[in-house]
C-alpha cells in the first residue's frame, strides 16, 4: 500500500501520494492518510467537479464515504451549510 494523503474542503482539494513529508507532517498540515481505494476514489470525485457534473452536495457526501471521520469546512453558505448538516445527521454513528 502505498502513502496516499487527501485534504478537501471548500478551498483545497489536494491529493498527495508519497510525500516527501513524514505522516505525522502531513496530518499535522490538515492531510488525511487514506487507503488506495479512497484516493482513487477522490480522484474521480475532483475529475466530476471539475467537469461539474456534480454538485457541491454531491461532494459533501461523498466525503463522509471517503473520511467518515473528520470533514474540513471553511466558509459556508446556507444551501452548503444544509447539505452539511443533512450529510451528518444521515450518517452520525
Do not use: H
Not at 7 to 34: A, H, L, Q, S
Amino acid at each position: 500500500m502505498k502513502r496516499n494523503f487527501v485534504k478537501i474542503n471548500e478551498i483545497n482539494y489536494f491529493m498527495v501520494r508519497e510525500p516527501t513529508e513524514t505522516d505525522k507532517e502531513m496530518i499535522d498540515n490538515g492531510y488525511k492518510k487514506v487507503t488506495d481505494a479512497q484516493f482513487d476514489k477522490a480522484f474521480n470525485l475532483y475529475e466530476k467537479v471539475q467537469k461539474k457534473e456534480i454538485t457541491y452536495k454531491d461532494v459533501l457526501r461523498e466525503l463522509v464515504c471517503i473520511i467518515p471521520d473528520r470533514i474540513i469546512v471553511g466558509e459556508l453558505n446556507s444551501r452548503e451549510a444544509l447539505a452539511l448538516l443533512d450529510a451528518w445527521r444521515r450518517y452520525a454513528i
